[in-house]
């Protein structure tokens, strides 16, 4: 499994490709959520995805304080195959980009409440009630560094 850490501007087209496709397969198609998923955060973004044989199997974006949050946050978390600890992975790097390249030393989220207890197993704490977004629970939460 190769990592890779990538602004926008040095994404290949390819990877651009693999990554807007995997996203829509999950968040627009297989979650049946319209919603509109490029947003222009993506430009500023750090761009995190692990890679194989098969292509990219997991990804999700590193964006700085200021965009979605007074905070810097991670959003678009997917993987492609489930149970392989893919999201643990690419969770980690995505938490360990925040820090390094973006000094953060609080990381929120907006996270699909089914998901509550993925983010909790990397350290993050729920911070509010449940709400509604684009159809589906969410919660915000939070990771702090230790």
């Known amino acids: 499994m190769e990592t890779t850490v990538k602004r926008f501007e040095e994404l290949t087209l390819d990877e651009l490709y693999e990554i807007l496709k995997l996203r829509a397969e999950v968040f627009v198609v297989e979650q049946n959520c319209v919603y509109q998923d490029i947003d222009d955060k993506d430009k500023g973004a750090w761009h995190v995805f692990l890679r194989d044989d098969d292509g990219i199997e997991a990804y999700l974006r590193v964006l700085d304080k200021g965009v979605s949050f007074a905070e810097a946050s991670i959003g678009r978390v997917v993987t492609k195959k489930r149970e392989h600890g893919f999201g643990k992975m690419v969770m980690e790097e995505g938490i360990r980009v925040a820090v ?25 704490v729920t911070v509010s009630e449940e709400f509604m977004y684009d159809g589906i629970p969410h919660v915000y939460m939070i990771w702090e560094k230790k």
């Open 100 to 124: 390094e390249k973006l000094g953060a030393d609080r990381i929120k989220i907006a996270a699909q409440c089914y998901a509550k207890g993925f983010y909790e197993k990397v350290g993050f």
